[in-house]
């Protein structure tokens, strides 16, 4: 097995915490995992991307046009990262706008689930359910549990299944 | 938890774990991108497995280096963890540990950042190991660099030198599942061996001294654990060969991979560019006649072979500057194997939304404040995130840690020799870069009667490397209470005369601060004016929960001008579909209130005010 997943946002959005539960279900499916962040100045409200890369790779880094599953937090990250997704990949994208990618407003969706702050939770749910990714929904579900604050559990999974749910 | 088992680490997380297992009992750092992380790491190890160390957010890197070096003289282990331009600061005693050695294990942990993603520059931290004579370890993935802390303290032990782990941000900021050793538990009590001609060193020891540095470096180059790792090839290209190290053999190990030529080739990985292994070296001189070197971010390497067919950075082969990304390296591995490049494959420039400091930064505050009081002003800046003041035009230079004090003292002096009525300098520099390296500049510009405004952004805290607490804080690294130094004191005991505090959220108030200020520089006995600028970082939850909140609104009267997104630059203000009118990004908006004075016509309100 092996899969290469691009998270992108804005600072603050959540990309950190999609790749640490990218991460942790790797390795709880057995897998070797790798990923990468930004850190630092582009941090402050810039944009954030990250790698995943599961399976026997060395390089922490996804080339262009060798990336199986991207999720875009923030629809206009879109234009910037396209060209990570290879031909065959999925990309999905917070938006309501449809186009050549899987969309979902995932920032609508949160706000009906009470929390902005799962907005990628939801989107995570979207890719797990479409994406083929490497784990399944069951997998994510108990990493999810496992990784988050006490008092997120319950929010991060509404927003998961919120996401996970969508037709 | 069982310590045994897989963690995903972070190569800086790994770092810090490397050191625990070692044994190492004191580690010192001064927090920097891509290097911040490492110390944290290290107080959550040791605490978990109950390991007594002392740990530190020094003030600045030389003093780190200078802390664990003396920890080592007593035989106990110790590590230091900077950026790259950290070890420009440390590198006084860097230099000279070289020569007197060490007693218990040594590591200088030096993350570089090729690119630059987040530094001044991208110097090439082994090529300062190289004129220091200190080795180097070059980790390829968080795992290794937790393997390679081991082996450094090893190496550092068996010829009583310092050894440099020199991981670059990909590894750093990589995570990786590692897996865990339980800690090692030296034992050993503090005994400090007095020997002068050691520790003190005067001139007349150092030819000895070096002599002994030189024959260290020369058993170095002969042991055969450091030589490098050989991916043999199958021998259909037997004249041709690679050489790599650092994560640019990670990311060519993968491309070779995948362009099937890994196994045809031989792909060597150097895990210590320097000292760079004796027999290798001949190998590579006399084994081979098409011979590539693949590193971040200075020739190391490739300065250390002699043969004249290499190809690599200064043969131009490889750009000879920034990061090597897989895709660099990829058209750099086809050029070498001479398989046709793909045309107009190239990848654009990837430009995303530009960093900005956060909604409610009181730094934006104090900029704006700056910069409508003294519209024709000179403004030096620093290191951290209020380097981002550029884009409200409220900093104009920035060059490293603490200069931008002396800077201000230059600039008054530049103008001041030709004109009377000189322009208002007004210097900003956040808390933890005053106490790093800002402190001989203040008392300098003091003494040489230089007249300038110094604005201290004091958010109590270090905030653009993850807020890491300062020396007036009071907290150290372990959470501990350690004993506060006050900025009014340092900043009064450096013959400062002038001194006010207030918070920039009250404009007014600071902008009087900064006219008075100026009027004193101006006055027949002026000089430094120093205002602290002092307001918590809104990153720091505990602090926000004190600061009153207000609903803010844009009015009917809003005329679309423009003036408070390209003046003020909070990211919460922003136009509105049409492009017409400023609205507010109720998401991101803190309610700190300041906007409502900033807007021209009055159109910004602010409303309630209660606390969280």
Same mark, same amino acid.
């Given at each position: 097995m092996k899969q290469q997943i691009i998270v992108s946002g804005i600072g603050g959005q959540g990309v950190l915490f999609l790749t640490r539960l990218f991460a942790q279900a790797a390795v709880e499916e057995g897998l070797d995992v790798l990923t990468s962040e930004t850190h630092g100045m582009a941090m402050r409200g810039g944009t954030v991307v990250s790698h995943v890369k599961v399976g026997p790779f060395k390089s922490p880094l996804i080339r262009m046009g060798q990336c199986d599953v991207g999720l875009f937090i923030n629809a206009s990250d879109l234009d910037i990262?396209? &060209?990570?997704? +290879?031909? +065959?990949g999925r990309s999905f994208v917070n938006t309501d706008i449809s186009g050549e990618y899987y969309n979902i407003d995932a920032t609508g969706l949160a706000k009906e689930c +009470?929390?902005? *702050?799962v907005t990628n939770l939801v989107l995570l749910g979207y890719a797990v359910k479409e994406g083929n990714l490497f784990c399944d929904e069951g997998v994510m579900e108990t990493i999810i549990r496992k990784s988050s604050q006490p008092d997120r559990i319950e929010m991060n999974l509404k927003g998961f299944k919120t996401g996970a749910s969508r037709n | 938890m069982d310590q045994t088992k897989q963690k995903i680490l972070m190569g800086n997380e790994a770092i810090g774990r490397g050191v625990v297992e070692a044994g190492c009992t004191l580690t010192a750092s001064y927090p920097g991108t891509p290097a911040s992380e490492i110390l944290a790491s290290v107080v959550n190890f040791s605490r978990e497995a109950e390991i007594k160390m002392h740990i530190e957010w020094s003030v600045n890197e030389k003093v780190a280096y200078e802390v664990a070096l003396a920890n080592s003289y007593t035989g106990k282990r110790s590590a230091v963890a900077m950026k790259q331009v950290g070890l420009n600061v440390a590198s006084d005693p860097f230099m000279r540990s070289a020569y007197l050695g060490v007693k218990g294990g040594f590591v200088v942990i030096v993350a570089d950042d090729p690119g630059p993603h987040s530094s001044q520059t991208e110097q090439d931290s082994r090529l300062f190991a190289l004129s220091a004579k200190i080795p180097v370890f070059d980790p390829a993935s968080p795992r290794e660099a937790k393997e390679m802390v081991r082996k450094a303290f090893e190496l550092s032990e068996k010829y009583e030198i310092p050894v440099m782990l020199r991981p670059t941000t990909r590894i750093c900021h990589a995570r990786q599942n590692v897996p865990c050793l339980l800690p090692e538990r030296l034992e050993r009590t503090a005994d400090f061996e007095k020997d002068p001609g050691r520790w003190v060193a005067t001139p007349q020891f150092l030819y000895d001294l070096h002599h002994r540095l030189n024959d260290k470096i020369d058993k170095i180059l002969e042991e055969e654990d450091f030589s490098p790792l050989l991916i043999p090839g199958? +021998?259909? *290209?037997?004249k041709h060969c690679i050489i790599s190290s650092g994560v640019a053999f990670a990311h060519t190990c993968d491309l070779l991979e995948d362009m099937k030529f890994l196994g045809k080739i031989d792909l060597f990985q150097v895990t210590m560019p320097y000292p760079l292994n004796k027999k290798f070296t001949r190998k590579i001189n006399s084994g081979y006649e098409k011979i590539l070197v693949i590193e971040e971010t200075y020739p190391v390497i490739e300065m250390q *072979?002699? &043969?004249?067919?290499i190809n690599g950075r200064n043969s131009k082969l490889i750009p000879n500057q920034g990061e090597l990304t897989p895709d660099i390296i990829q058209d750099v591995l086809k050029k070498f194997l001479e398989i046709p490049l793909e045309t107009g494959a190239s990848p654009e420039q990837i430009k995303g939304k530009r960093p900005t400091l956060c909604p409610g930064c009181p730094h934006r505050a104090a900029f704006y404040a700056i910069k409508e009081t003294f519209p024709k002003g000179i403004f030096p800046s620093d290191i951290g995130c209020y380097t981002l003041g550029m884009n409200l035009g409220a900093v104009d230079t920035c060059h490293c840690m603490g200069a931008c004090i002396s800077q201000g003292a230059g600039f008054y002096h530049a103008y001041a020799q030709d004109n009377e009525k000189f322009p208002t300098i007004a210097v900003t520099i956040g808390d933890s870069t005053f106490f790093h390296a800002g402190i001989p500049g203040l008392i300098n510009a003091v003494f040489q009667k230089a007249r300038f405004i110094v604005v201290i952004l004091d958010n109590s805290t270090t905030a653009m490397t993850g807020n890491q607490p300062t020396p007036e804080v009071g907290i150290m690294a372990d959470g501990t209470r350690g004993t506060p130094v006050l900025i009014p004191d340092l900043v009064k005991a450096c013959g400062v005369r002038f001194l006010k505090e207030c918070d920039p959220y009250d404009l007014e108030t600071f902008t009087s601060y900064l006219k008075e200020a100026d009027q004193y520089c101006r006055s027949e006995d002026g000089g430094v004016a120093v205002i602290i600028s002092k307001h918590p970082c809104v990153l720091d939850r505990e602090a926000m929960k004190a600061q009153p909140v207000y609903s803010m609104k844009i009015t009917e009267n809003c005329t679309g001008c423009e003036y408070c997104l390209n003046n003020f630059e909070c990211p919460a203000l922003v136009l509105d579909s049409d492009g017409e009118r400023v609205i507010i990004d109720q998401n991101i908006c803190i309610g700190c209130g300041v906007c409502q004075h900033v807007c021209p016509v009055g159109a910004i309100i602010a409303e309630g005010g209660g606390k969280k």
């Amino acid at each position: 097995m092996k899969q290469q997943i691009i998270v992108s946002g804005i600072g603050g959005q959540g990309v950190l915490f999609l790749t640490r539960l990218f991460a942790q279900a790797a390795v709880e499916e057995g897998l070797d995992v790798l990923t990468s962040e930004t850190h630092g100045m582009a941090m402050r409200g810039g944009t954030v991307v990250s790698h995943v890369k599961v399976g026997p790779f060395k390089s922490p880094l996804i080339r262009m046009g060798q990336c199986d599953v991207g999720l875009f937090i923030n629809a206009s990250d879109l234009d910037i990262y396209r &060209n990570f997704i +290879g031909p +065959g990949g999925r990309s999905f994208v917070n938006t309501d706008i449809s186009g050549e990618y899987y969309n979902i407003d995932a920032t609508g969706l949160a706000k009906e689930c +009470g929390s902005l *702050l799962v907005t990628n939770l939801v989107l995570l749910g979207y890719a797990v359910k479409e994406g083929n990714l490497f784990c399944d929904e069951g997998v994510m579900e108990t990493i999810i549990r496992k990784s988050s604050q006490p008092d997120r559990i319950e929010m991060n999974l509404k927003g998961f299944k919120t996401g996970a749910s969508r037709n | 938890m069982d310590q045994t088992k897989q963690k995903i680490l972070m190569g800086n997380e790994a770092i810090g774990r490397g050191v625990v297992e070692a044994g190492c009992t004191l580690t010192a750092s001064y927090p920097g991108t891509p290097a911040s992380e490492i110390l944290a790491s290290v107080v959550n190890f040791s605490r978990e497995a109950e390991i007594k160390m002392h740990i530190e957010w020094s003030v600045n890197e030389k003093v780190a280096y200078e802390v664990a070096l003396a920890n080592s003289y007593t035989g106990k282990r110790s590590a230091v963890a900077m950026k790259q331009v950290g070890l420009n600061v440390a590198s006084d005693p860097f230099m000279r540990s070289a020569y007197l050695g060490v007693k218990g294990g040594f590591v200088v942990i030096v993350a570089d950042d090729p690119g630059p993603h987040s530094s001044q520059t991208e110097q090439d931290s082994r090529l300062f190991a190289l004129s220091a004579k200190i080795p180097v370890f070059d980790p390829a993935s968080p795992r290794e660099a937790k393997e390679m802390v081991r082996k450094a303290f090893e190496l550092s032990e068996k010829y009583e030198i310092p050894v440099m782990l020199r991981p670059t941000t990909r590894i750093c900021h990589a995570r990786q599942n590692v897996p865990c050793l339980l800690p090692e538990r030296l034992e050993r009590t503090a005994d400090f061996e007095k020997d002068p001609g050691r520790w003190v060193a005067t001139p007349q020891f150092l030819y000895d001294l070096h002599h002994r540095l030189n024959d260290k470096i020369d058993k170095i180059l002969e042991e055969e654990d450091f030589s490098p790792l050989l991916i043999p090839g199958d +021998g259909s *290209l037997s004249k041709h060969c690679i050489i790599s190290s650092g994560v640019a053999f990670a990311h060519t190990c993968d491309l070779l991979e995948d362009m099937k030529f890994l196994g045809k080739i031989d792909l060597f990985q150097v895990t210590m560019p320097y000292p760079l292994n004796k027999k290798f070296t001949r190998k590579i001189n006399s084994g081979y006649e098409k011979i590539l070197v693949i590193e971040e971010t200075y020739p190391v390497i490739e300065m250390q *072979l002699t &043969n004249s067919e290499i190809n690599g950075r200064n043969s131009k082969l490889i750009p000879n500057q920034g990061e090597l990304t897989p895709d660099i390296i990829q058209d750099v591995l086809k050029k070498f194997l001479e398989i046709p490049l793909e045309t107009g494959a190239s990848p654009e420039q990837i430009k995303g939304k530009r960093p900005t400091l956060c909604p409610g930064c009181p730094h934006r505050a104090a900029f704006y404040a700056i910069k409508e009081t003294f519209p024709k002003g000179i403004f030096p800046s620093d290191i951290g995130c209020y380097t981002l003041g550029m884009n409200l035009g409220a900093v104009d230079t920035c060059h490293c840690m603490g200069a931008c004090i002396s800077q201000g003292a230059g600039f008054y002096h530049a103008y001041a020799q030709d004109n009377e009525k000189f322009p208002t300098i007004a210097v900003t520099i956040g808390d933890s870069t005053f106490f790093h390296a800002g402190i001989p500049g203040l008392i300098n510009a003091v003494f040489q009667k230089a007249r300038f405004i110094v604005v201290i952004l004091d958010n109590s805290t270090t905030a653009m490397t993850g807020n890491q607490p300062t020396p007036e804080v009071g907290i150290m690294a372990d959470g501990t209470r350690g004993t506060p130094v006050l900025i009014p004191d340092l900043v009064k005991a450096c013959g400062v005369r002038f001194l006010k505090e207030c918070d920039p959220y009250d404009l007014e108030t600071f902008t009087s601060y900064l006219k008075e200020a100026d009027q004193y520089c101006r006055s027949e006995d002026g000089g430094v004016a120093v205002i602290i600028s002092k307001h918590p970082c809104v990153l720091d939850r505990e602090a926000m929960k004190a600061q009153p909140v207000y609903s803010m609104k844009i009015t009917e009267n809003c005329t679309g001008c423009e003036y408070c997104l390209n003046n003020f630059e909070c990211p919460a203000l922003v136009l509105d579909s049409d492009g017409e009118r400023v609205i507010i990004d109720q998401n991101i908006c803190i309610g700190c209130g300041v906007c409502q004075h900033v807007c021209p016509v009055g159109a910004i309100i602010a409303e309630g005010g209660g606390k969280k």
